[in-house]
C-alpha cells in the first residue's frame, strides 16, 4: 500500500473519508487473492525485462462501463453505455508499441484484436466441413485468424493480463490493487482510464435487500456520488504513474471546459477530451500546455483514431519517464 | 391489427390510454420494415406446415433483460439483471417437441445450443493446427459442435426466427408487432414470456437530452410505472394465444402470490414461479386449477429444469388448442 502520509497524500480530509467508507461499505471482492496472484505474476516478469535497451512499460487499460446494483439480491442495476471499443483497440497499439497491458474490462465488452468481427462472432464465423471439421467462414477468415492468432500471442507471452469486472465496487477495488501492486515500478507504468465509470451510486448498505416492488405509482429514487477516486489514484495508489483519464460528453459546448476541470482537479498528466457522436473520429488531448486535436486517418477505413492517439501519449510517457529519472 | 372492440378487448380504459401515449412517446422502432418482412416469411413459411398430421406450432419466446434509458443520447440506463439462459434453453427444447420459435432475445444473452460453452467462447475454444488451420480445442470441442452445427441447422430450416432488442421501447414494439402478425394463426401459437422486463422507465419526452452532470450532491430521480402491456397482449394482439409469463422474485414468501396476482390479472394460462437462488433447480407453474412443481431431474448434472417445464407446457398448449377448435 503507497503511504497516505507522503508528500502527495491527500489534502481534502473529506473526500478521504468518503473513499474509506465507499470501500468500507462495499461488498468484499470475491477473487481478490486470485487477482492478487495473478498481478504478482505479471509483475514479477515485467518488472527486469528490457525492450531495446528500455525496460518495459507497463498500461492499466480500463475499459467498458460500471454497473450500479439497485438491489442486493441484483435484479435490476444502472449501467454505462460504453462497447469497450476504445479501449481494446488501444490496447492493441500499446503492445505494438511494447507495452505490457493489464486490461481491466467490463465482462462482455469488445476485446483486443476482436475489431473486425462481426457481432456474435463465435455463431457467425464458422462452419463444418463436410468432413466434420471447423473452418472460418469467409468473408471471416482472415479477421478470425487475427483475433484467435494474435489475442492469443499476447496472452501467452504474458504481454496481456485480462481482468474481467461487472459493478463499480468490483472496479474499484480492483483499480486500487493494480494500481497498489505497481506502484513499485515507478513512472514507467501509465493508466489509460478508459472506462466509462459510473457518477452515482446506491450505498451498499442503504440497498434494499430484495426485488423493489412495483406497486402503484412511480418510482423515487436517491443516488450518492461515487467519490472522485482519480484523486486518490494520482495523490496516493500510484504517485509516480502517468495518468490518463477521458472525458465524454453529448455536449460539446461545456466539453473542453470539464476536460480542463478535470486536469486541474485531480492532477491529471493528460485528459482525453470525446463527444458521444464523433468520437470514433476525433479526440482532443488536453494537458496542461496544450489541447491537440488528434484525428482518424481517413485515407483507410480501417484506420482508426486509436492508432495516433496511443502514438502521442506514448510519446508524452517517454517525456514523462525521462522528467522522472 | 386484432380489433378493438371484439368481445376480448380491453375495458379498462385508463390502461388503454396509458399504452397508446407509452407507444406515441416511444422512440421510433429503427429497423421495423425488415423485421416485418422476417415476420411475414416465417410466419408464412409456418401458416400451411404440418408435422406428424398436426399443424407446426409456433411459439415466440422471450429471453434477457430490458434496458430504460436515463438520457436520449444514450450515456446511462437502468438494466434488468438476467443470462438469458432460460429462454436460449427452452427455445431448444420447444423445437425439439416440433415448434418453430420466434426468439426475441437481448443483444448479447445466452443464444440457443450455446448453453454448455465457456463464457466468451470465441476466444476460448479454438486455436490454430500447425499447417494454420483452425481447429476446436479440448475440452470444449464437442459443444462447439452442438453450438455451430444445430444452431445453423434451426436457423437455415426456418425454425428459429432470431430478433435481438436492447430497450424496453424496442421489445414492447417488437412484442406488439409479433402479436398482431401471428394473430391469424390462432390457437397455435404460445408466447413464452421469459424476458426480464422492465416495470419502470423514464418517458422519452421528459427524459434528459444530454448525459446528466455530477455536479455536487445525490442525484434524485423519478422513474413512471411501464404500463402492464400482458393485459393488451392477452386481450388485444392475440386473443386466441396461449399465454405464459414469468414471475421472479427474490422474496419466497410473496412469491406465488404475485404469481396468482399476475395469473388473474392479466388473463394467463399459466405463470412460472421462480426464485432468484433455486431457479435452475426448480420452478411452480401456476394455472386456475393447479400449482405443479416442476424440478431439474438431478440423475444428471446436464439435465435442466427447461426440459420437463417445456413438456409440461406443450401439453397444457395441446389442450388449449383442442379446447379452442
Redesign the interface.
Given at each position: 500500500m503507497a503511504s497516505t502520509n507522503g508528500p502527495g497524500a491527500l489534502q481534502d480530509s473529506a473526500l478521504k473519508e468518503e473513499i474509506q467508507s465507499f470501500f468500507d461499505s462495499a461488498p468484499p471482492l470475491r477473487n481478490s487473492s486470485e487477482i492478487s496472484e495473478k498481478l504478482k505474476g505479471f509483475i514479477k516478469q515485467h518488472s527486469a525485462c528490457f525492450e531495446n535497451g528500455r525496460a518495459t512499460s507497463i498500461v492499466c487499460v480500463t475499459s467498458g462501463g460500471t454497473?450500479v446494483p439497485?438491489?442486493q439480491?441484483?435484479?435490476?442495476?444502472?449501467?454505462?453505455?460504453s462497447s469497450g471499443h476504445r479501449g481494446a483497440a488501444s490496447t492493441e497499439y500499446f503492445i505494438k508499441a511494447g507495452y505490457a497491458v493489464i486490461f481491466l474490462y467490463r465482462?462482455?465488452t469488445c476485446?483486443p484484436y476482436?475489431g473486425s468481427?462481426p457481432?456474435?462472432?463465435?455463431?457467425e464465423?464458422?462452419?463444418?466441413t463436410d468432413d466434420?471439421?471447423?473452418?472460418?467462414r469467409e468473408p471471416h477468415s482472415e479477421a478470425?485468424?487475427r483475433?484467435?492468432?494474435d489475442?492469443?500471442v499476447a496472452v501467452e507471452k504474458g504481454l496481456l493480463l485480462k481482468l474481467p469486472f461487472t459493478t463499480i465496487f468490483e472496479y474499484l477495488q480492483m483499480l486500487q490493487m493494480i494500481a497498489t501492486s505497481v506502484g513499485s515500478l515507478g513512472p514507467r507504468v501509465m493508466f489509460y482510464l478508459a472506462a466509462?465509470v459510473?457518477?452515482?451510486y446506491v450505498p451498499w448498505k442503504s440497498m434494499a435487500?430484495?426485488?423493489i416492488q412495483?406497486g402503484?405509482?412511480?418510482?423515487?429514487?436517491?443516488?450518492?456520488?461515487v467519490p472522485k477516486m482519480l484523486a486518490a489514484l494520482r495523490k496516493e495508489w500510484a504517485p509516480s504513474a502517468f495518468c490518463i483519464s477521458f472525458k465524454?460528453?453529448?455536449?460539446t459546448e461545456i466539453l473542453l471546459e470539464k476536460a480542463d476541470m478535470a486536469l486541474k482537479m485531480y492532477g491529471m498528466h493528460a485528459v482525453v477530451a470525446n463527444e458521444?457522436?464523433t468520437r470514433k473520429e476525433e479526440v482532443v488531448v488536453v494537458t496542461s500546455d496544450e489541447k491537440v486535436r488528434v484525428n482518424r486517418d481517413k485515407a483507410d477505413p480501417s484506420n482508426d483514431v486509436e492508432d495516433p492517439l496511443v502514438k502521442l501519449l506514448v510519446d508524452k510517457h517517454r517525456a514523462h519517464i525521462a522528467d522522472s529519472s
Open positions: 454497473t439497485l438491489e439480491r441484483c435484479v435490476r442495476y444502472i449501467d454505462n453505455f465482462r462482455g476485446q476482436c468481427l457481432d456474435d462472432p463465435f455463431l464465423c464458422f462452419e463444418f466434420a471439421h471447423i473452418r472460418a478470425v485468424k483475433a484467435i492468432g489475442h492469443r466509462a459510473s457518477d452515482f435487500e430484495h426485488k412495483s402503484s405509482g412511480p418510482l423515487d429514487m436517491r443516488l450518492a456520488q465524454l460528453e453529448t455536449d458521444l457522436l
